[in-house]
């Protein structure tokens, strides 16, 4: 079975420039998390969503920052405008709801605003 | 509140040696959930362990083993004669589970697995 799969794996942009990033999480899966990695902060969670819903996006830094969940096997990540501090790899995890809820994680996009 | 401690930042040790990274959680809630994750060089979080509250039997998983203490809120993992693709950070996770999705994570421990 496929894992989660991200896209871009790799996004260099210029300060100012929209980014999108995607993520199709495990079939079967029904909670969806984003994710950004950097050195000073570590793993912090953005937003994540149950059955397609967004249910808690109080990690998502400001009004910049918005994703989607159109449908259960699609989401999206969109910064705009970005910043240069924005810099990091973000993940996208995908979890079954259920009694136990380990995540799943994609490879990670990793993010370069210049 | 809800916590998650990893007080090691990074380990060393030289292949073949056993090694335990620590992790100690908070919370209040009596049904939670904790977990294990690695992240190799390349970047990707592996999901290694789940464990729930009311289970405090020990778990081996090859040289892996888990080391689960309610009365000291600890989780331990321990990798026995370790080897250099040993070498990654390892995340700690607590979750309570039932409707709250979210894990809380700790800052994660460093290991390095030197020949």
């Known amino acids: 079975d496929a894992g989660v799969i991200q896209s871009p794996r790799h996004e260099v942009t210029e300060m100012g420039q929209e980014v999108t990033l995607r993520c199709k999480p495990i079939s079967g899966h029904n909670s969806l998390f984003w994710y950004r990695q950097t050195m000073m902060r570590g793993l912090e969670l953005l937003i994540y969503?149950?059955?397609?819903?967004?249910?808690?996006d109080s990690g998502m830094p400001e009004d910049r920052f918005s994703a989607k969940m159109p449908n259960a096997s699609f989401s999206t990540l969109k910064i705009q405008p970005s910043e240069p501090r924005d810099s990091a790899v973000y993940f996208c995890?995908?979890?079954?709801?259920?009694?136990?809820?380990?995540?799943?994680f994609g490879p990670g996009t990793r993010l370069t605003v210049l | 509140a809800q916590k998650v401690t990893q007080a090691q930042t990074e380990i060393s040790v030289v292949e073949k040696e056993d090694v335990t990274l620590d992790c100690v959680y908070e919370?209040?809630?009596?049904?939670?959930?904790l977990f294990w994750y690695k992240q190799p060089p390349s970047g990707e979080l592996v999901f290694l362990i789940r464990?729930?509250?009311?289970d405090e039997q020990n778990e081996i998983s090859g040289r892996y083993s888990w080391n689960f203490q309610k009365s000291t809120s600890s989780f331990n993992f321990t990798i026995t004669a370790s080897q250099v693709v040993d070498s990654a950070v390892y995340f700690c996770?607590?979750?309570?589970?039932?409707?709250?999705?979210?894990?809380?994570w700790g800052l994660g421990t460093s290991l390095a697995v030197n020949p």
């Open positions: 996770a607590l979750s309570t589970g039932g409707n709250n999705r979210k894990l809380i």
């Open positions: 969503f149950n059955n397609n819903v967004p249910i808690d």
């Open positions: 919370t209040r809630d009596t049904t939670y959930y």
């Open positions: 464990r729930n509250s009311f």
């Open positions: 995890a995908s979890s079954y709801i259920g009694p136990y809820n380990e995540q799943f």
